[in-house]
């Protein structure tokens, strides 16, 4: 099972031909990913290690019955490249690029949210279904196969609270990087709900961090609608109010957003949450062991 | 990279008064002779400005109201060079005085929440909105765009109606305003437009008293003069140093220079710096690329600071590769002279390689750690 | 039952204090329709007939609890009044004003529809459940209650074929306009579906004419979803190809959309067609008398 | 009222060329010397295009190549006047010849059963589409645009890569056209922007040789440009009276002249007077209105046309009171002399108030019948 991809994952990469794009569809092919067309205006019948280019998505989708779509175009290209996706019938799209503009991210969530098209991202690491399919840049290696749901606003947190879980022995069944713009195509709720869905999950870790209100919208969600134990990482007790912290989901705008109004958000709905990846990920290990409560 | 792009007052009225948004007549000044000239052309009484990228300005002293050019040029003395709440003033924006009968504000944001724009109106402007929207919420008119649809004049009416703007005239001023602020927040890609106040004068006119006006930066490419207006002075010198080398840096008031890639991760450090009882000196993310060149540069910009006393680098290798970052720090210890001690951590993609090649070279003020909690620990301890 | 409009309808009238508006809307009153409000921005507080006026349709509906909207705004401005009845929740939007740009009613057709909102119209005379409700412009004398649902794209043509049908005692569940612009809230297929749902309706009368296809549309929709019986009339079998014939609904575009094409399109999907008012009349009281098929 | 309006091929250049439309440099003639004149300016040869808002003018004679100014005049004084399809050559376009390596076909349009625009691209251009579509439908790429998204850059490359334009200097050039031809039919308000043929030249250069443009008459409020390039003139004569009158009149080829209260109701009647054996003389709806003015109008115009033995009104009340028109043939009686039996039927609203008014006047030649059908019998009848 796990979630967003898995092993019926056909893939599907928009800007195959770029530098990124190959380097790192390279990776999740070699991964045991089914990458199988890559698209490029101008380039369709050329081959990218042996994975076939088309002109369109939806000649790639007609020939090789791709339904994920991970997208590697350059910013200004990237909201066109989600739309034509979604006009060719692709049913999960993967937004690895930096940079879009948030107006244009604003219009393409409004169209393809009522069309039940699963968009992760953009600027996110991707999706990893650790012995699987790999979508995205996440370093697989980090990982192994087992039944915690890892999901995360953060790329390089990702990777190091998943590094303190698998060094305790505890692995993970989907790790989702949802990204820190300010319009994501999935939320953190978006994603819990799948793993209360997903029979191979029993745990999962939440990262959070400061700015908005996603994990405060979902420790409300967790207390009425999950039944598997969620255990929490927010970063950012020490950010100065006020200032930019790199991604403008860090922004903090007066107190609510701070992680200390998010982490009591979390705890007074029953969730428990670590200070640092390191604690974390043994309390963790800690819930997985105690096994999962009815 | 910052996220977006802050106008000063006079730049968001530039762009307000572009958007068929009214706003009083005024100019720019950089000098008490300036501000004379500016007070002469406008003639009557005139506001003289601070134009700080900070609230406060009014308490602070930054706004004066002067009935001769003689006392617009003697504020204008006492207002530049002055620091608010940290931000010195280099810059004023004079205008003429407008007499207020009303005051009301208005705004459009991004709800991230549910992704869509978010006009927000109250006659209880001239406040802070926080508190309107705490302690009465009913008067706080709110509501969203469908960004698809865009918007409708239905949406002005409604806003009027249910912030109980009642006189006509108002009413059709006010929802041209509102019409031409979406116009505003969508042609200039902004993240944020508010008028507070959006005032009535005794007259009825209804205009834009003050602006605050961010753009995202994204998105500048298509707005190359909104690029231009970004302000790179005011900023804090090393912050400015840090942006023209790619290197999100904000200074903080510690002792521990923290560099990592990543905004989540870095964040989660200085959390765990003062977890262990130290003080970080800054917030420093090299971002995706974290190659040599970035390093060399987050390093000059880091050490400009003579607060800090320790560096602690930070790196869980993803699309940055650590021998990459191993490299870098090599370089830059051999192109600068860097007395501080440094506790490099590096995981994750490469990361043998860059602990072979910092073992090998080993510089005396270089000390590598296994775990990001120990390297915080060393740090800091280092840091004393 | 009926369709549409019925005894539960709670109406809702934009542009109740204009000269058609409260025409319209007092005779509506007059024959039992329950209309509950009007909306007029800057009126609120008057009241017209007994009928209280609100400045927005969100007020309307808060104070009264209106789920229908009938829309009898000004062209320029009815567009915007269906985008407010639809924000406010108005479930059933019934638009009765002609001459609305074609492109405003492409954008409103495009947000309403996965909406779940029904709309019928614009350009139309609305709709009329016999002995419960009627919203609109259609004349309640010429129809009496029975179990005969009658779609048409013209008014008073509509009137023509139901007057034909009470005259030979025959009555009708619903009388639904769909109106002839290019641009229409709801199509025949729409309204057969709901009619084929209705438990009260027995058999259904078509009244198409030339241009468009969804007189054929409707056709094979008929064979492959209806079980109950379907009589149609299609208008415009001596109109000159090319020419312009009142409403754009009505410009014949080559051999496609002839009022000839149309029958043959009905008849081959077992459909019976009338040449005229009266012979469709008299076959709908046939097929009526002759009882439902399985 | 007519629901669209066609513009001419010269007027929809100027629209493309305001698109951003490649079009061909060109000049109006009215008059043999006119045409001469712009072939002197135009400079080399020049191609003579009949204005006409009928297809086939190069089968008719209405499209010449001109090799001089001389040849110009010559071939404007031949085609000014010419009759092509009923339609009287008032007007010339004239520009630059173009060499043509291939012909290309671009459209889009209003698709009803979608309720979304429509674009159409094939590199079979030149020729009827309609055959296309039927015998060569995989040549002819067909494209949906979500109104409220617009377009978006991925739509024209689909329809390049599916239309199998292959060089890459096309694909960019039309991939522009494409763009900007959406950016028309929406900025224009219109229901069909078709381009056939888009050219090649031996140059490479893509362009638009001809142009069908029309554009929602609902929505002319918005373009009063495009209102004034409406063709007045060049309508039928009894078409243009009746336009100036607001009734919707349409002239046809038999005897019975014929009106009613709404366009189905008007085709039903025409279809039943062709079952009883007579001829419709015209379409003539009086729209929802039908009060006295409108059936004086509408009977001057029915009258005009001096085959009309017989006319007959089909009034079904609903907003249009029958009393109103009973008034209005009674008023129009007065005003006009008209010697034509009338035949009325009049059901609905207000009809026996309709009834008992023309009862009471009882004119000569005026025959009020109780049904559809009878009316129409009676009508035939009298037309022979």
Known sequence: MAIIVDRETRLLVQGLTGREGSFHATRNKAYGTNVVAGVTPGKGGEEVEGVPVFDTVEAAVAETGANTAMVFVPARFAADAIYEAVAAGIETVICITEGIPAHDMLRVYNHVRPRGVTLVGPNCPGVLSPGKSNVGIIPAEIFREGTVGLVSRSGTLTYQIGH??????????????????????SSFVDVLERFEADPETELVVMVGEIGGAEEEKAAAFIEAEMSKPVVAYIAGFTAPPGKTMGHAGAIISGTAGTARAKKEALEAHGVRVGTNP????????????????? | MAAAVDLYEYQGKQLFARAGIPVSEGRVAETPAEARTAAEELGGQVVVKAQVLVGGRGKAGGIKLADSPDEAEAYASDILGMDIRGHVVRRLWLERASEIAKEYYLSITFDRGEKKPLFMLTTQGGVDIEEVAAESPEALAKLHVDPLVGFQPWQ???????????????????????????GAFVDFDAMLCEVNPLIVTPEGEVKALDSKFT????????HPEVGEMRDVEAADPQERLAREKDVTYVKLDGE???????????????????????????????????????????????????????????????????????RGILEALERMTIEHPIVVRLDGTNAEEGRRLLAEASPANLHVEETMLSAAERVVELSR
């Open chain 1, 278 to 294: 390191t604690e974390v990920a043994r309390l963790a290990a800690e819930v997985a062991r105690a096994g999962t409560p009815g």
């Open chain 2, 215 to 222: 753009v995202d930066d994204n998105a500048l490419y298509r």
């Open chain 1, 164 to 185: 303190e879980l698998t060094q305790l022995g505890i692995g993970q069944s989907s790790i989702v990087g949802i990204g820190g713009d300010p319009v994501v195509g």
């Open chain 2, 156 to 182: 002005a009416r409604w806003l009027c109606f249910t912030a109980a703007i009642e006189d006509v005239g108002e009413q059709k001023q006010v929802a041209a305003i509102v019409e031409n602020l979406y």
């Open chain 2, 256 to 326: 521990v220079g923290i560099l990592g890639n990543g905004a989540g991760l870095v964040m989660s450090t200085l959390d765990v710096i003062d977890q262990v009882g130290g003080r970080p000196a800054n917030f420093c993310d090299l971002g995706g690329g974290g190659d040599a060149e970035g390093v060399v540069a987050a390093l000059e910009v880091i050490t400009t600071d003579p607060q800090v006393k320790a560096i602690l680098f930070n790196i869980f290798g993803g699309i940055t590769r650590c021998d990459e970052v191993a």
